[in-house]
């Protein structure tokens, strides 16, 4: 005969946060979502420069975020580098194409590359408007701590 199981408590649900913008509003809300993600992408690309002693020249974005046009230009402007997107189905080619390597079928990481390179396309996104997005930088770095 099995004892009693104990109780396990009720999971804690964080509540729902709604923000609603007033419609004549959205597109100002939104450029903020973008630029500040934008501003999130240069400061993680500082971080990791300072921590590999490596600088980065160019940020690759992949999957869906891809197609966001907008966004790439306006990583490529805060980031001052730039921006290589696509391609847009990155998980599955990469799953893909690793499970080729395990095969034999594709020989090292670089072959896997060219291999992604030379098939599918990608957009190049260049760096345009530097001093007012080193402006911003250094706003937003006093808003983040």
Known sequence: MMGKAAAVPE???SP????????FQQGRFLRSCLESLALRYRWTKEQLT?????PISVIHIVG????N????QLTADAAGCLVVAGPTEATALGNLLTQ???LGLVGSLTQLRDIVRCSFPTERFETRQTKRWNEEY???LG???
């Open 11 to 13: 999971p804690k649900v």
């Open 69 to 72: 046009r907008l966004l790439n």
């Open 100 to 102: 080729a390597m395990g």
């Open 64 to 67: 869906g975020g891809c197609q």
């Open 50 to 54: 300072r921590l590999t002693g490596k």
């Open 138 to 140: 250094q706003r937003f």
């Open 16 to 23: 729902r946060v709604s923000i609603v913008v007033p419609s």
């Open 143 to 145: 808003l983040i701590g």
